[in-house]
């Protein structure tokens, strides 16, 4: 944020693959919200990942936010401005039910978040590394390691979030073999019993939440995990919505003395290099993670609630991407489900406006 307006400064990263494609269909949200509903935001494109890195040798271009210069990835994005707790809301779509993988009866009402932490564990343990053995064979090899205020942190923004939801968190791990997990489990349970006692909690080992989570997702409503049992989980999970392409998240940082934090926005698909440059990515998964940043970091709940109602309605108006399209059904390319997304914005906000006179 600006020191001296409010005016939020917003760097739009397309990345690589699809994600310029996608992202460019929030971009255009943005534009709107901040034309017809004031948003003040200062909106930059920046590039990042292998594009820039093709044609300069180097990952990033100076568009990107300076401290981000020497981090060489996704990854170091992440542990760069230490974005620790990683949101991913898993909301069934009732409209989608005929395409989602599982039985409508399963899906029906589920509304759970999965908390990833996101800059430690497995994914940055040291040491890491390939060696050659003696014998010549390769050896790969890599550190799962968490220490208590690594979990501590992620675990109070579970029970937080809990507060504001149905009051339940769910603690993965896999304390019956893993001594990082012995550790997690320790941490959660003494921090509960010291502030959050208010808050349900139960545990979970990795290998029976990925059961639960298909067999009976009603019954999560925060789930907090490591990095990468979270990032398994999550795909897992993706198939409540429907497709990957539904999917946002939001990665959280330390909140500073300001009472601010660093927010890094973005669907939880990767690049999808198949289907790079064809125009049919679903956008959705980018444009809710704009209504996450609404909520999270530019506190307009309205117009995240707005956004929200928007891509719903246009679900229900029979908007498909591919990957969510029923068997047979007209799909639509990235650009035209942006579109799609934009009529109803307007159709909802020129009613609200009638409504509100
Ligand atoms: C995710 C992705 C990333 C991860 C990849 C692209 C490095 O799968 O955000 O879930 O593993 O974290
Ligand atoms: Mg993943």
Not at 206 to 234: H, K
Request: proline residues 5%; contains cysteine; glycine residues 8%.
């Amino acid at each position: 944020m600006n020191s001296r307006s409010n005016t939020v400064k917003i760097a739009i990263v397309g990345g690589e693959g699809i994600g310029p494609e996608v992202t460019e269909q929030s971009h255009r949200i943005l534009n709107w919200l901040s034309v017809r509903r004031g948003l003040p935001v200062a909106l930059r494109e920046a590039q990042y990942g292998l594009v820039p890195y093709l044609a300069t040798g180097c990952p990033e271009t100076k568009e990107v936010p300076s401290a981000a210069r020497k981090a060489g990835s996704l990854l170091g994005l992440r542990r760069k401005y230490d974005l620790y707790a990683n949101l991913r809301p898993i909301v069934a779509s009732p409209v989608l039910a005929e395409s989602a993988p599982l039985k409508a009866e399963v899906l029906d009402g589920v509304d759970f978040v999965i908390i990833r932490e996101l800059t430690s564990g497995i994914y940055f343990g040291e040491p890491r590394g390939i060696e050659i053995l003696p014998d010549g064979q390769r050896r790969g090899f890599n550190t799962e390691q968490y220490t208590s205020d690594q979990i501590r942190r992620v675990a109070r923004a579970a029970f937080e979030l809990a507060r504001t939801r149905r009051n339940k968190v769910c603690s993965v791990d896999k304390a019956n073999v893993l001594e990082t997990s012995v550790v997690w489990r320790d941490e959660v349970t003494a921090l509960h019993r010291a502030e959050f006692s208010d808050v349900e909690l139960t545990h979970l080992y990795v290998d029976n939440a990925a059961m639960q989570i298909v067999r009976e997702p009603r019954q999560f409503d925060v789930m907090v995990t490591g990095n990468m049992f979270g990032d398994i989980l999550s795909d897992c999970a993706a198939m409540i919505s429907g497709s990957l392409g539904m999917l946002p998240s939001a990665s959280l940082g330390p909140v500073d003395e300001f009472g601010r934090r660093k927010a890094l926005y973005e669907p939880v698909h990767g690049s999808a290099p198949d289907i790079a440059g064809r125009g049919i990515a679903n956008p959705l998964g980018s444009i809710l993670s704009v209504a996450m940043m609404l909520r999270l970091t530019l506190d307009r709940r309205k117009d995240a609630d707005l956004l929200e109602r928007a891509v719903a309605l246009a679900l229900e108006r029979g908007a498909r991407t591919a990957d969510i399209a029923e068997p047979r059904a007209k799909t639509l390319s990235t650009v035209a489900m942006g579109d799609a997304v934009l009529a109803t914005l307007e159709d909802i906000s020129s009613k609200d406006e009638e409504g509100d006179q």
